[in-house]
Every structure is written in C-alpha cells, then in structure tokens.
C-alpha cells in the first residue's frame, strides 16, 4: 500500500490532493501519523506547499463553491483519526461527480464525511451554548472548555459579533489555545502554562444567582434526568458552572 | 427582602410557562451595542427535568388581581409575593448575558393593580433595557390581556417575540376556571400581533416589529376538552393567526379545587398532542385527517403510524417512485430522512442497504413500504401490524416465552399473566 505522510494541517491535506492527481496517482492513504502501518507499505512524505493548496482550494471552490469548501476546511477540524482518509475520499468524488455529491446521501464516503462535519459543527453549536465567562477583576471575561473537535476558530466570530463591546478570552484547555478578542481585534496564541485568575467582586453573586436560578426554575414532579443527560452531556460539565 | 429572594420567588412563579425556544429572530449585532440573536436559537443549560434553559424566564411580579383557578399565582394563594424594578431585571439579564449564561429575557407577569398599569410597567423594563443597556439580544414578551391595544402595540416593537395565553382551550372551560379572563380579551390582541406580523414581513421595515412571530400556550387536562377539539384550535391558530407555536402545558396540579382534576393527567398525553403538532406543521397533515372532534388521542401508538394503520390501503408504497409528501407518511421516516430519500434515489435506485447506511430505521417503516419492489414487513394485515408496533403481538410470537400449559397448582406463573393470586 502507497501511504501519503502529511504535516497535521490542512494546506498538508491540500498539497498531498494536488500530489494525488498530479505526481502519484497511486496513492491509498492519507494520514498525519507514520506509526502503526505494515512493514511492507511505502511511504510518501510530502511537504506542506502554499502555492499547491492554495491551487487545490481554487479547483475545490470551481467545483462545489465557497460553502463546499469551507465545509471542508471544518471538516478538517475534526479529532477523527481518519479525518485526512474521509475527507481524501470524498474529495475524489467532489473531483469525479462536482455538486451533485451533495446528494448522494446513500454513497458511504460521503456520508462518512458529512457525519465528521456534522460532529464538528454540532459541537460548535452547543459550545456556542455552553460556555461560561467569569468576570476578572481587569474587566476582561475569561472562558476555559475542552472539546473534542478543534473548534475554537469557529467559535470566535460568534462570540466577536455578539461581545462586540466586551474584552474575552476563549482557552481550549485540551488543545492548549486561547484566543483573546480586545475590544477591536482578535489574537489566537498557545496558552500560557498556568493563568492567573483573579476575579471581580460581582462575580461570585452573579454565579451563584445563576446556579440558583438553574434549581427555581426546575419543575420537580417532572424529572428527567436521562434526557437531561442526553443534551446537556456529562463531559462538557466540568466547564460549565452551574453543575 | 434580599435580591436572591426575589429572584426566587419569581423565578418559580415562571417556571410553569413552557415556552422556552429563542429561535426565529436574526438581529445582527451593531458595533457598541451588546448582543445579537441567532436564527436557529442557542439552549444554554439544562434543568433535571430535561428543559432547556435558554432565556432568563422571570415575572416581573407575582402580585395578581385574578384568580384563575389552576395557576400558582392566583390571589387567593397565600404564597410570597415579590416585585422587581426594570433596573433590577435589566441589570440581571446583563450580567447573564455577558457570562454566556442566556440568549435574552422572558419576561412575564402577574396582572398587579390592573392590566394596563402591568402592561406599562413590562415595556418601561423592555425600554429601559433596549435603550439604555444597548441591549440587542432575544426579547420574548408577555402581553397581558386586557390592556390597551395601544400598548401592546408598541411593545411589539421593541422586542423579538411576543405571546398571549389562550390558556384553556375553549371559552366555557375559560369561564369556569379563569373567570376574569375570556376568549374575546385574548384573541382580539393576538390578531392585532399577527396583522404587525404579517404587515412587518411583508414590507420589510428597517426595524421590524416582533420578527420572531407570536406563540400562546395551552393548559391540557385542567378541563375536560378533547384532544380533537384542541388540535383544530390550534389549526386554526397556525393558518388564521399565523402563529409561530402552540405549546401544550399537562396541567400540575398546584392548586386544590373541585373544578378541577385532582390527578394529573397522563404525561404521554401532551406528548401525543405535540407530535399532532408537528405532523400539521411540518408533515403536512390537517387535523381531521389526524381525529375526530370528540375523540382522544390514542396513548399507545402515535398519531402518524395510527393514520397509517388507519389508511392501510394506501399502502405499501415503493420508496423509489413515490412522492415527496407520500414518503413524509411512512411511519419512522421523518422529514430529513424523506428529504435525503427523495434526492439520493436520482442517483439510482436505493436498496435495502442504501436505506440501511442512510440510517433509515426500518423498524415500523417496513410494514409501510416496499424497496426496489420487495416488501420487508412479517405481515401485511394492518390489525396485526398495530398490535406488533404496540408490543401486544411479541407477547405472542415472541421465541423467548416458553408457553406451558397451566396447572391449578402452579400458582407462580397464572400469577403473572391473570394478576391475581
């Protein structure tokens, strides 16, 4: 088997389809990772390349448009192991079939890849729910999470558009990112190793009406506490103040 | 009395309003002002009893004029009563808002004093905090009934969404359990919101007044109303009024009175009722197709496979060829999954398997339709069907029962099956 190794970005992703169809046609696999393969298989290293991706991503946009291809780009975000393989795999056909992939709903690669975007943007969607800022003493509002897909970069014009007046800060815990939005502009950096947290002094009134509020606001002859389970999952508690 | 109190209080005299979606308005947010709402509606939290938490739901007062009989807040409860200014309910929805906590304000009331002085006092908050705090996040609003047409007039535009509750759903079930309200103060301002409405969607004013459309809510089981009777309300609501949602609330039992039920009813009830309630809205079914006026809704089996079973012959239908609103009928196909049928069968016939790695759950959906010409259900007897779908036919066929013949002695087992020793 013809292995594809790639740097764990997504112009690496694009410069390895450009090699596909271009320099080796045989190629099988994608992926980031050189461990756990045959001894027999071969491997291709290929180098990150702007200029080819760039070239790729135009050829992607002719295809399925903008929204195709940020489709892609999400995808790519995904913490799936095979994500370089699916999205490989789907973009054979992207090449093959052009805007009609869109509804083959019954074709297995493209539904393998439209369920790792759907994770991705389900999990952007409740963390858009789900995350906490805690007022600091300096004005600024810290917020901490982990998740399981890389999704922070979706997160931050959300939270741009809708604290457009406020000073925050985004910190994926797991993925040591943090993106820090001042007012006007946003930076994303790798997080410190430890951050000093000092908070305002309404903050603990505002958190505990907030818990409060959370128990009034129950109906308890009617608990439900699977169902409760199944929207509000116990892994993203931890972040979440009110439990 | 301390702020937590009073939020407390409040808090809990709001909980029983179901309405909770912050979904349907799209206000983009402006460069200084704070906050913007998303069109398919964000749910923050949720509580134990599996709600979500998605606005901040508060009275702005329990103090109440009225006494209907089945609501917490009724002036003849003796419950504490508490009341917050609109500084204090503005600064409360701030500060959630900045945290994450919410995606805006539900802000209702008790009728004090009088309904237009209520009235007045909900829109100086709304006002005070769209003004004054900048705030462009989601504004669902309770009219009262009973105040000035005017003034809920210019509520309208300064909030999102706005609701009245029809309450009972009929007016002789209002007069006996809510005798201050009646149908006429109730539908009259929710036609006046739904022309806003509809005038605003059309003619696209720069500033569009309740963008999000209009709900009500409903009490079921607090009367003796039929569930045919109430489904052709709320027909008629959706196509005269165009409302958004009807939400049906199971009546809890709060209070004690002869008038009214003193079990809840069955949870599964109002559970039946909603998906009667998607079937019209979304499915395209009209509510006589669905029962009859005086009828009840079956509670072990829902409404769409009951229709099915009850239209046998309209069945089995090929997925390959059938239309869009056909495939919409088949029991355990549901919207997304008759729209991803309708386009992948372009591409070519669909198999068993392609339904299989579409996640079509073939489970009830086999007995209604054939793939590429093959039928897949055991049975096509639309009796049996009912029974194998309402789990009183695997009693019978099932392999795991063993069935012995009974002796008089053996009391272990007629003991199960007949109940009785």
């Known amino acids: ?185 946003c930076f994303t950096m790798l997080a410190p190793k430890s951050i000093n947290i000092s908070l305002s002094e309404r903050e603990m009134i505002v958190k505990n009406l907030w818990r409060q509020y959370n128990c009034n606001v129950t109906i308890s002859d009617r608990k439900n506490e699977k169902l409760q389970n199944h929207y509000a999952p116990k892994k993203y508690r931890w972040f979440m103040n009110e439990f | 009395m301390e702020f937590e109190d009073k939020v407390k209080i409040l808090t809990e005299g709001a909980k029983y309003d179901v309405s909770c979606s912050s979904s349907g308005g799209q206000t983009n947010s402006v460069k200084g002002s704070l906050g913007n709402c998303a069109f398919s509606g964000i749910c923050h939290s949720f509580t134990s009893d599996g709600r979500c938490v998605s606005l901040l739901k508060i009275l702005l007062t329990n103090y109440c004029e009225y006494d209907c009989l089945y609501c917490i807040n009724r002036r003849s409860n003796d419950i504490e009563r508490a009341r917050l200014s609109a500084k204090e309910i503005a600064e409360l929805t701030i500060n959630f808002y900045r945290r994450n906590y919410i995606e805006g304000l539900f802000l209702s009331s008790a009728v004090d004093i009088s309904p237009n002085h209520t009235m007045q006092q909900l829109i100086d908050a709304v006002v005070l905090l769209r003004k004054e705090y900048k705030f462009r996040g989601y504004i669902h609003l309770k009219a009262i009934p009973g105040a000035d047409q005017e003034l809920i007039n210019y509520a309208s535009q300064w909030v999102d969404r706005m609701s009245l509750n029809i309450e009972l759903p009929s007016e002789n079930s209002l007069k006996l359990l809510a005798p201050q309200k009646s149908k006429d103060l109730i539908i009259s301002p929710m036609k006046m919101l739904s022309e806003i409405y509809i005038n605003d969607k059309i003619n696209k004013p720069k500033i569009r007044k309740i963008p999000a459309g209009q709900t009500t809510q409903m009490i079921i089981g607090a009367s003796l109303d039929t569930d045919g009777q109430i489904i052709r309300l709320s027909e008629a609501l959706y196509n005269n009024l165009s409302l958004k949602r009807v939400y049906y609330s199971a009546y809890v039992p709060v209070n004690n009175n002869s008038n009214l039920p003193a079990i809840p009813p069955d949870i599964r009830r109002e559970h039946r009722l909603y998906e009667a309630d998607w079937l019209m809205r979304f499915y395209g079914y009209k509510a006589n197709e669905i029962i009859p006026i005086n009828y009840n809704l079956d509670l072990d089996l829902d409404p769409k496979c009951e229709w099915a079973i009850r239209n046998y012959d309209k069945f089995p239908i090929e997925i390959n060829n059938t239309s869009y609103e056909m495939l919409l009928r088949v029991p355990g196909i549901g919207v997304r999954n008759a729209y991803r049928i309708f386009h992948a069968r372009k591409h070519g016939k669909l198999d068993y398997y392609s339904l299989k790695k579409m996640r079509v759950i073939l489970k009830r959906a086999k007995y209604f339709i054939t793939i590429d010409g093959k039928y897949y259900g055991e049975n096509d007897n639309p009796d049996t069907i009912r029974n194998i779908i309402t789990g009183k036919e695997m009693l019978l066929n099932s392999p795991d029962n063993n069935y012995v013949q009974m002796s008089f002695f053996d009391n272990n087992k007629s003991n199960i099956i007949t109940g009785e020793f």
């Open chain 1, 1 to 185: 088997m013809k292995i594809c190794i790639i740097e764990d970005n997504l112009v690496g992703m694009l410069s390895a389809i450009y090699h596909f169809y271009y320099t080796y046609r045989d190629i099988d696999l994608i992926t980031s990772e050189k461990n756990a393969y045959n001894l027999t298989d071969e491997f291709i290293e290929i180098e990150s390349d702007v200029y080819l991706a760039q070239k790729v991503r135009n050829g992607i946009i002719k295809k399925i448009g903008h929204k195709g291809y940020k489709q892609i780009s999400n995808a790519y975000l995904s913490s799936d192991k095979n994500k370089e393989q699916k999205i490989f795999n789907y973009l054979k056909k992207v090449f093959e079939y052009g805007c009609t992939v869109c509804t083959m709903y019954h074709e297995s690669d493209i539904i393998a890849f439209n369920d790792m975007l759907r994770k991705v943007m389900n999990e952007t969607h409740r963390m858009t729910g789900f995350i906490r800022f805690q007022e600091m003493d300096n004005g600024i509002y810290y917020s901490y999470f982990g998740t399981d897909n890389d999704v922070i970069e979706l997160l931050i014009p959300h939270f741009i558009s809708r604290f457009n007046d406020q000073q925050f800060v985004l910190h994926d815990i797991k993925r040591h990112k943090m993106a820090y939005y001042n007012g006007k502009r």
